[in-house]
């Protein structure tokens, strides 16, 4: 029950070239049902911060509204705009999120999706921000594979890297959850929905 936010200029993420990026993640309970007591700001690991402090800083930052589900998945985002108050109007309109074989490498809209999700590289036990991962195709593109948010998963180049010279098995469930084989179909590791991230 806790909406978070990623400050780029405080996380060192690069944004647009101006205003820094506010990315407002808010849990689909709270967009449904509105703020509560417990409702936060959370601006990386250990800071958390009262919505209001955010909403402080209007006409400073660009707001990129995203609610996720209980899994931490994103189920819709709205394109940036000047004011926190803004935020549930952009959501009415959702931004595309797929797009098929039309194009290779993730959009600004899908890495903003990634970021909501996930803190750092999607391997357990990496914590290389998300800001420097990579968009990794789990159905791979040259097989066919599409650039759409369910078949993208934030990997750092080490892992990316090793993930295709090993020749792993990755497979992704409907909540993100991720399971990786080696070659042979031996089991490596496994992990929960991306919200398990942020706990």
């Known amino acids: 029950h806790r909406a978070h936010a990623f400050i780029d200029l405080i996380t060192g993420a690069a944004g647009a070239v ?5 990315i407002v993640v808010i849990d689909q309970q709270t967009f449904e049902h509105g703020r509560h007591a417990q409702s936060k700001v959370d601006c990386g690991p250990g800071i958390d911060l009262p919505i209001d402090t955010i ?3 209007a006409g400073r930052a660009r707001f990129v509204p ?4 209980r899994d931490g998945v994103v189920i819709a985002q709205g394109d940036p705009v000047p004011t926190y108050d803004q935020i549930v109007q952009s959501l009415t309109r959702p931004v595309g999120l797929d797009h098929g074989r039309s194009r290779r ?4 809209r899908q890495r903003r999706a990634l970021r909501a999700m996930y803190r750092h590289c999607a391997i357990p036990g990496c914590a290389r921000h998300v800001s420097i991962t ?4 789990i159905h791979y593109w040259e097989h066919g594979g599409h650039t759409d948010l369910a078949n993208l998963l934030p990997l750092c180049r080490h892992h990316h890297d090793r993930l295709h010279a090993e020749q792993w098995q990755l497979t992704m469930g409907t909540d993100r959850a991720i399971t990786v084989r080696a070659r042979d179909g031996t089991l490596l590791m496994t992990t929960g929905p991306p ?3 942020w706990e």
Request: charged share 25%; aromatic share 0%; net charge neutral.
């Open 18 to 22: 101006g205003k820094p990026e506010v």
């Open 134 to 137: 990579e968009a990794h195709h």
């Open 195 to 197: 919200r398990e991230q």
């Open 55 to 57: 909403r402080s800083i």
């Open 105 to 108: 490498h993730a959009s600004i």
């Open 66 to 69: 995203v609610v996720v589900n």
